[in-house]
């Protein structure tokens, strides 16, 4: 595929709002987790919440979007000048020629369930002023972006689970490949609510401790809410040195269960396979793996599978930033591509957070301390429930 230029970016997650807190944890591998005191849940685990998401107040003329999603995508969009890196490309392109492309999977469900709290006690009729397709929709942050960023280009959310904002970079990428945009704000936006909480409770997929990737006693994954932001263009002949640039991506369907993965890792294999082929790379060209790494048995397993099979054992260095920032579910892709480029300009592989003991049984390079190196290309899986996996390639201009 033809590069493309990650001209701006920017993450809010637990770890802090914007770049400069994000890449001080990852450098001191500060994790943002804590006990879970979200809303009325009442469980045995840790959650990644991102400060002042209630502090936000969205403009007059959006007031029907409010809810906490939008809230969250409105503070990140403030960070690291990413509103007015819009603004300038919409400026020289024009608004109709910027697509916009979100993941998220809870999209604003937190919106519905406070409204089936108010419920009117005798009809049963939710509140008059809740707004279904601005809140709980999965477009409204779609939406809710376009809108304050003043675009008129094609929006769209893709919703598939835990790999959403990762496989919005493909559908950007497509796009501007046709010539149908010249510009594209990708990412993703997902915040917490009691529906994931007790979902994957019920599911037996929580840790009642701090998530533990690849250790050999990890016991479940951690609940985070984040939001990244990224403006895709085409590469220009000449690029500065710390340009980064997405390079290939991969996209495959285990077509094997509803929320397991291929106990091999068959799926996974064939996205970071295709993700290097459509980057011109072999696995050696690869000098960092960020993983989708949950930390369950299975999901680490499968994960472990599939990189000794693409990359060999012990071969190429990898983690998992999810120890530090909880499993940030539709936007877990947007925000490790993003940590993938702070790791780029920075020449840092972020060690694991809260892993202590190996699982001797993953034969992969898990770095367990934070580490200082050039780095020219770097690969980020993305994973989610049903199967929908996509792997993203990124790389320096030089």
């Not at 790791?343 to 034969?363: F, I, K, M, N, S």
Request: a negative charge; proline letters at 5%.
């Amino acid at each position: 595929m033809q590069p493309l230029l990650l001209s701006h970016f920017t993450a809010t997650s637990a770890i802090g709002h914007g770049l400069a807190p994000a890449l001080d944890a990852l450098r001191a591998q500060r994790s943002g987790l804590t006990p879970c005191d979200f809303g009325s849940a009442v469980l045995d685990t840790w959650i990644g919440r991102v400060s002042g998401v209630d502090d936000e107040v969205l403009p007059a003329d959006l007031q029907a979007f409010d809810c906490r999603n939008n809230r969250l995508a409105q503070l990140a969009l403030r960070q690291d000048g990413f509103g007015a890196a819009v603004q300038a490309v919409a400026a020289r392109v024009g608004p109709r020629r910027v697509g916009v492309f979100l993941g998220t999977s809870t999209a604003g469900i937190l919106q519905t369930e406070l409204a089936y709290q108010h419920r009117d006690a005798t009809t049963g009729a939710l509140p008059a002023d809740f707004c279904y397709p601005q809140t709980h929709n999965p477009y409204s942050v779609a939406d809710f972006v376009r809108r304050s960023c003043a675009l008129t280009g094609p929006a769209m959310a893709v919703s598939t689970a835990c790999s959403s904002s990762a496989k919005v970079f493909a559908s950007a990428q497509r796009m501007l490949a046709a010539g149908l945009i010249d510009a594209a704000l990708v990412g993703g936006v997902d915040t917490l609510c009691l529906t994931t909480l007790y979902g994957f409770n019920s599911l037996g997929l929580l840790s009642g401790r701090p998530c533990r990737p690849f250790d050999a006693a990890r016991s479940g994954i951690s609940i985070g809410e984040g939001a990244a932001f990224v403006l895709l263009e085409r590469a220009p002949e000449v690029l500065p040195a710390h340009a980064v640039l997405l390079l290939g991506l991969g996209e495959s369907s285990d077509a094997h269960h509803m929320s397991s993965p291929h106990p091999e890792g068959l799926g996974a294999r064939m996205a970071m396979q295709q993700a290097l082929r459509s980057a011109g790379l072999e696995p050696g060209d690869i000098d960092y793996i960020n993983l989708h790494g949950t930390a369950t048995p299975s999901n680490d397993a499968a994960e472990g599978l599939a990189v000794q099979a693409v990359f060999g054992a012990r071969t190429t260095p990898c983690s998992s930033t999810k120890g530090a920032t909880g499993h940030t579910l539709g936007a877990a892709g947007g925000l490790e591509a993003v940590f993938c480029a702070l790791a780029l300009q920075h020449g840092l592989l972020p060690g694991g957070v809260h892993t202590e003991v190996l699982d001797a049984r993953l034969d992969v390079d898990y770095l367990l301390q934070t580490r200082t190196q050039r780095l020219r290309r770097v690969l980020s899986n993305s994973f989610g429930f049903g199967g929908t996996n996509c792997s993203l390639v990124l790389g320096t201009a030089q």
